[in-house]
Nanobody, 123 residues
């Protein structure tokens, strides 16, 4: 049974940084695509970043390019999202997700989701 557990959210001032982590378990992740999505109050869930576990190929939404970095730790089966230069509009619940198969990385069709971690950026 796949489990994804996020941590690292919190309250930070604009311009600050946070590092989110997603510990994965329950299946072999070597062929998985791992994604980070976020959902702000009153808005739909949107793609933030993704990484193909094999080869560590990364993808980013335009609004986070140059500010966020996604990475994975093979030994700890953990995916990180380093978030720098945070803005108030980055405030949202951030979700880790995993899927196997398929070629798209930015759509919501991930089969497994974590419980989410709140990120609040104050101005």
């Amino acid at each position: 049974q796949v489990q994804l557990v996020e941590s690292g959210g919190g309250l930070v001032q604009a311009g600050g940084s946070l590092r989110l982590s997603c510990v994965a378990s329950g299946r072999t992740f070597s062929s998985a695509i791992m994604g980070w999505f976020r959902q702000a109050p009153g808005k739909g869930r949107e793609f933030v970043a993704a990484i193909k576990w094999s080869g560590a190929i990364t993808y980013y939404a335009d609004f986070v390019k140059g500010r966020f970095t996604i990475s994975r730790d093979n030994a700890k089966i953990t995916v990180h999202l380093q978030m720098n230069s945070l803005k108030p509009e980055d405030t949202a619940v951030y979700y880790c997700a995993a899927k196997w198969g398929g070629s798209t990385y930015y759509t919501n069709d991930y089969g497994y989701w974590g419980q989410g971690t709140q990120v609040t950026v104050s101005s």
